[in-house]
């Protein structure tokens, strides 16, 4: 394949998952890796290198948008990022150290959880009593703008939530995506935020935790201009195009086909991590 | 502690606002100028390399000039095109960094304590990455 035809086919593929993944509110940066090795034969190092950077981008991108809003919470998404940047240096260093083979395993695992995750409607749990005595010590409860005007809400499990952060910023470091499931999963579901609040700090919190594995990518030599280039370009072209098409909507149809696409790539990664061949 | 005074007065939720709405100016702007410079360089490295086989099939890693701050930029310099896209990537990488850095910033000038010294161990975490910090 030439270095023109690689490059064209990987930006629409890239384009592609960045538009399914802004459709969907899944993110497409799940499903580049797993793309690129098995449809593109890049070697598994270079195409996380090329979808960390992809998620530099889209978060960043995204942020932009989210902040105006005025749903971020930047003391919650601060401090937990100690935790999901000691995870992502950890788990970049994991991933020099471990072979291809077992991060491809590790990688359709992950690929499962998230396919099932996203069949499971989750059910918000806000209140505005009962915060954990670290919420009150470090100013973490605040409120969010709902159609009845502004609302209070308390952040539960702080130390619980730390800790899942923690190995939400490892997966980040090693697979190359953002892991914003998980976060998501550990700010809603455990410390009590509101989805809203949830899903703009994560966003908030993927760009900074990819951008600590990224430097050591870098130095390693992981990230591969080639490869990187049609991923990121294409990735944030769907993305954008994407949000400015629906954004927000519920589209029940294209998150059940995008599952479908995920549960196959998961399939085909585990049976090559398990064979050899990655 | 009242409820009350567990809220940030006007004033500083005012400025929270207002630092709010920089950062996501400073990410657009971050994300703008890395693109235009990925841009850039891919379209020259696709006008000199287009026609050559990709493989990426093995692993190899790149060359130290596209491993480091400094070796990208001499290569910028020189005007090689992988080089260039890597400075764009670079860039890439350096914004969420640079809005750490000015969270910092507003932290210090709200005279925020504890939030100045999460938000630097964030910073020294993210430097000490990104200069090679981290064995391979």
């Not at chain 1, 594995?213 to 591969?224: E, M, P, Q, T, V």
Request: net charge positive; aromatic share 8%; proline share 4%.
């Amino acid at each position: 394949m030439s270095v023109l035809l690689f490059t064209g086919l990987a930006t629409v593929g890239a384009f592609s998952a960045g538009l399914l993944g802004a459709l969907t509110g899944l993110g497409g940066g799940i499903i580049i890796v797993p793309m690129l090795t098995l449809l593109f034969h890049v070697d598994l190092r270079y195409a996380i290198g090329a979808s960390l950077v992809s998620v530099i981008a889209t978060s960043s991108g995204a942020a932009a948008a989210y902040v105006k809003e005025g749903y971020t919470n930047v003391r919650v998404g601060m401090l937990l990022e100690i935790a999901t940047t000691c995870g992502a240096i950890g788990g970049a260093y994991l991933a020099g150290q471990i072979g291809t083979r077992a991060i491809a395993v590790i990688f359709s695992v992950v690929l499962l959880y998230s396919a099932y995750r996203s069949t499971k409607p989750l059910a918000e749990h806000v209140t505005h009593e009962h915060a954990h005595p670290l919420a009150i010590k470090l100013r973490l409860n605040s409120t969010y703008p709902t159609p009845h005007g502004l609302q209070d809400y308390a952040v539960k499990a702080v130390p619980a939530g730390f800790s899942l952060m923690f190995l939400a910023g490892i997966l980040s470091g090693l697979l190359g995506i953002g892991s914003g499931a998980l976060k998501v999963l550990a700010m809603d579901q455990i410390m009590h935020l509101p989805f809203k609040v949830s899903t703009t700090t994560s966003n908030f919190m993927i760009g900074v935790t990819a951008a600590a594995s990224a430097g050591i990518y870098l130095a390693r030599g992981y990230i591969d201009p080639g490869t990187a280039l049609p991923v990121m370009l294409g990735v944030l072209a769907g993305a954008l195009v994407g949000a400015r098409v629906l954004s927000g909507a519920h589209t029940p149809t294209l998150r059940r086909l995008f599952s479908i696409v995920v549960v196959v790539l998961a399939l085909e990664m585990l049976y090559k991590g398990l064979r050899g061949g990655v | 502690m009242s409820p009350r005074e567990q809220q940030p007065s006007a004033r500083a939720r005012w400025t929270d606002d207002e630092v709010d709405q920089f950062l996501g100016n400073l990410l657009r702007a971050g994300v703008f100028i890395a693109t235009i410079v990925v841009a850039a360089g891919g379209i020259l490295y696709l006008a000199r390399h287009g026609f050559e086989v990709a493989d990426r099939r093995v692993f190899r890693g790149e060359p130290d000039e596209l491993r480091s701050i400094a070796g990208i930029i001499r290569g910028t310099f020189a005007g090689r095109a992988p080089a260039i896209v890597q400075l764009g990537l670079l860039l890439l990488i350096a914004t969420p960094v640079a809005r750490v850095a000015l969270s910092l910033v507003a932290f210090v000038l709200q005279r925020d304590r504890v939030y100045v010294i999460v938000t630097t161990i964030v910073l020294a975490l993210l430097v000490f990455s990104l200069t090679g910090g981290v064995p391979g």
